[in-house]
């Protein structure tokens, strides 16, 4: 047992509340028929061949139930062969089968019949039902957790409206009584209660906090937050054609029924359903009412289309059942959301309520949160709250090049529409995310606790280059130029490969604790299998994974880089005295880099212990990393030191203290690149 839980509690990163910005909810429900079929998916760029069976089969409703039927009934056999414990049991939650017939099982963890949360596991089995492969969300064993002492479930109660309030919350109230869990997501699996808050945030968004207590201590272990924020002569697109159905209602018949409603400035309930005598929608002015219902019928039409022709998913949860939409919610609400708990894509109005937020982009960013939902399922908070906006982001991208759309060209800005900043300037920019003054251009240590929308900044930038490669470029008008952390160039694939790579990750790697580190293992896997072991799609996922920080260049080396490395082990005493590792650079002219990539590979099986500093040759430390929470184990980055004040010759020492005891490790080997 360790003597300092408390460290081991924290949450990742406090709930920021998302004013002004795009946020985002799940639930199961019933099929309906989809048995439209394609032979492949369109779009794939020149380079090294897609391998077909890799890519998702489409599969009609019958089909998938069929998959998860076979699932749920050799569940327990599957148990059996992962090796888990006898108080375990598999859920299975989702299926995803590729053309070859491999498929990828999702599945959740219950413990003596309670809830894993962040025990999540995806299972990859061949056609002949041979295991090839398990991606979990946690490495942490589940063992010997005692479910009966707990503190009373009143007291979590109040803990959580508590941190709703402290969050600015209005209308504040729990939404149920409190469950008993365990949380896995974070450390050693601990006995907790998971408490949902309701009514509103601050800014008039509705609320679904959830947070998680210690059972045993009563203090808080995490939190977050569940609202994710993100023909018709439409305002942003010019007259486009509808999906309606035959008495006039924007009901779309080809697409899940997919249905948009007017809230008429309420803020709750599901609203009245357009209607109208003629089927002819808005005039492309705010002022008409059914304006804003026809951009984001619209929106909502693009995105199905998209998930089903390129990547053959049928609806946000692959069962060919559609959304439904709100326009017109509260009063000049800057904000857009989605909700899983009542499976809709909810649109304000904007400043003036003269912007409604139902441009492309922002349908499909908000619609894309319940695609993720229904797969990854990421915590909206910390590192995984990152991802899940980052691919919101991603696919909102995808969706808009994909629509081809005249009056709304694709690009790498999200929000450029709806005006938000009240500059004409957009929400967010891909290519160097740090452009919008919070979002982050690369990974760093502590960027699990800034706010979601802005850590995405990092998987945004990654897409980016995997897609585009850095440097200048113009696109469709745009112009853009993007660095990357270490100076040294990426040469993009092409962004429909990119797509590819991000979507297989998040239907068949992610899982709802997934770090920036496991985003890349995944992502290298996934190409892997799109393109073979060898191909050259794989080895660009880790040069643009590197160019933000997120673990080494390929190979050892950086592209026209010099290294000097120290590959001998030194032991790192057990919460003792710090240890050094020496290079020795020379041949070098003046100082050093101002981004001066230091690579690091430390063998630790529990990395929040450890604190790590860059020496210069003249004794000035640079930190690298603080002690943390963070539970994985090793550390295998690359951080990036302005050191342009160092000169670059002579001797410099990477130190490392274990500040905490209990677990021990080594330094493996660590090296300075310089371009």
Known sequence: MRSTPSRRTTAAGALIAAAALLTVGVQAGTASADNERSAAAPGIQAGSPVNPGALPAKLSPSQRAALLQEANATKAATAKELGLGAQEQLVVRDVVQDRDGTTHTRYERTYAGLPVLGGDLIVKESKAGKTQGVFKGSKSVLKGIDTTADIAPKAAETQALGAARAEGSKKTAATKAPRKVVWMASGKPTLAFETVVGGLQHDGTPNELHVVTDAATGKKIYEWQAVETGTGNTQYSGQVTLGTAPSYTLTDTNRGSHKTYDLKGGSSGTGTLFQNTTDVWGNGQPSNRETAGADAHYGAALTWDYYKNVHGRSGIRGDGVGAYSRVHYGNAYVNAFWQDSCFCMTYGDGEGNNKPLTSIDVAAHEMTHGVTAATAKLIYSGESGGLNEATSDIFAAAVEFNANNAQDVGDYLVGEKIDINGDGTPLRYMDKPSKDGASKDSWYPGVGNVDVHYSSGIANHFFYLLSEGSGKKTINGVNYDSPTSDGLPVTGIGRAKAEQIWFKALATKFGASTNYEQARTGTVAAAKELYGATAPEATAVEHAWAAVAVGSRPGGGTPGGTVFENTTDVQIP??????????????????????????????????????????????????????????????????NVNASSEVANGTWKLKVQDVYRQDVGYINSWKLTFP
């Open 574 to 639: 057990d919460g003792g005295a710090a240890v050094t590792s020496s290079v020795n650079v020379t041949g070098r002219t003046g100082n050093a880099p101002a981004s001066l990539p230091v690579t690091v590979d430390i063998v630790h099986p529990y990395r929040g212990d450890l604190v790590l500093d860059l020496i210069a040759p003249d004794g000035t430390a640079y930190r690298l990393q603080n002690s943390s929470s963070d539970s994985g184990d090793n550390i295998q980055k690359t951080f």
